[in-house]
C-alpha cells in the first residue's frame, strides 16, 4: 500500500527533540573520544558504552524488548540473519572488486577506492583473514569484538532505539518482503551514516546508509535486533577480508 500523510500527533515534537539529543550527545562525544589519542585503546570501549547505556537511561521506564532487545524467537532470528548474509554477500563481493578496481584505475576516484590501489588494480588473491578471527581467546577473537563492542551497540542505539522511537511518532509506510518500511528506517540510516562522518571526519563513510536500510528492514521484519547485529558483525569482518585478500 502506499505510504499515507503521517497523522498529526502532539507526541512527535518531544519525541523527535528526545531522539535528535540523544544522538547529538552521542555522536559528539564518540567523536571527541576518536580525536584524543590517549583514549585509542578504549575508543570502541567507550562508543559502546555510549550507544549502550544512553537510550537504555533514557528507555529508563519501559520495557527495552519493545525496542529490539530480545532475541526471541531466536530460531528465526538465526535463519533471517543467514538468509540475509547467503542473499547480500555474495553480490557484495563482486561489486566491491569492481568498484575498488574502477576506482584505482580512474585517477579521480582514486581517494574512493576501499582498498590500496597497486599495479593491475586490486583483486583477490590470497585469501587474508584479519588477525584474531580464529583466536580462542575470547579477549582476541575479533569476530566477538565485532559483535559486542561494534554491533550490539550500534545496533541498539540506532535501529532498537533510534528507529524505534521514530516508528512510534512516523506513519508505517509500504509492506517490504514482510516488514514495514517507512520514515523511521530511513531517517534512522541516515542518522547512522552522518554518525559516522562526525565522529570519522570522512564523507565516504555515508555509504553506510545502504547497510543501514538492511539493517533497518531486519529490525522492523523480526522486531529484534538480533539479526542486523548478527549480520552487522559478520558485514565488518567480510569487508575487512575482501580489503585484505586485494592484491597490491
Known amino acids: 500500500m502506499p505510504e499515507r500523510p503521517d497523522a498529526a500527533s502532539p507526541a512527535r515534537p518531544r519525541v523527535l527533540v528526545e531522539v535528535l539529543l540523544t544522538y547529538a ?35 529508563r521506564r519501559r520495557d527495552l524488548a519493545d525496542y529490539g532487545l530480545t532475541a526471541r524467537p531466536l ?8 538468509v540475509v548474509a547467503a542473499v547480500v554477500l555474495p553480490p557484495f563481493f563482486a561489486g566491491f572488486y ?14 574512493l577506492s576501499p582498498t590500496r590501489c597497486g599495479p593491475g588494480g586490486p583483486w583477490p588473491t590470497v585469501l587474508r583473514l584479519p588477525p584474531g578471527i580464529l583466536s580462542l581467546d575470547p579477549r ?3 569476530l566477538l569484538a565485532e559483535l559486542l563492542v561494534v554491533a550490539l551497540p550500534e545496533e541498539f542505539f540506532f535501529r532498537g532505539y533510534v ?13 517490504l518482503l514482510g516488514a514495514n518500511v517507512g520514515v523511521a528506517v530511513v531517517l534512522a540510516s541516515a542518522l547512522f551514516a552522518l554518525s559516522h562522518v562526525i565522529v570519522q571526519g570522512r564523507p ?16 522492523a521484519r523480526s522486531g529484534s ?3 542486523g547485529t548478527l549480520f552487522h558483525a559478520l558485514c565488518n569482518v567480510y569487508i575487512d577480508t575482501l580489503a585484505r585478500s586485494a592484491h597490491n
Do not use: K
Open 25 to 59: 550527545l552521542c555522536s559528539g562525544l564518540a567523536a571527541l573520544a576518536y580525536r584524543v589519542r590517549a583514549l585509542d585503546e578504549w575508543f570502541n570501549v567507550v562508543v559502546a558504552a555510549l550507544f549502550l547505556y544512553a537510550p537504555a537511561w533514557v528507555l
Open 75 to 82: 530460531g528465526a532470528n538465526l535463519a533471517l540473519a543467514a
Open 98 to 111: 569492481l568498484w575498488a578496481h574502477a576506482a584505482c584505475v580512474v585517477p579521480a576516484l582514486r581517494e
Open 140 to 142: 582476541r577473537n575479533l
Open 163 to 175: 528507529q524505534g522511537r521514530l516508528s512510534e511518532v512516523f506513519s508505517a509506510g509500504r509492506r
Open 204 to 219: 565516504t563513510t555515508l555509504a553506510v546508509f545502504f547497510p543501514g536500510l538492511v539493517f533497518g528492514w531486519m529490525r
Open 225 to 227: 535486533i538480533l539479526p
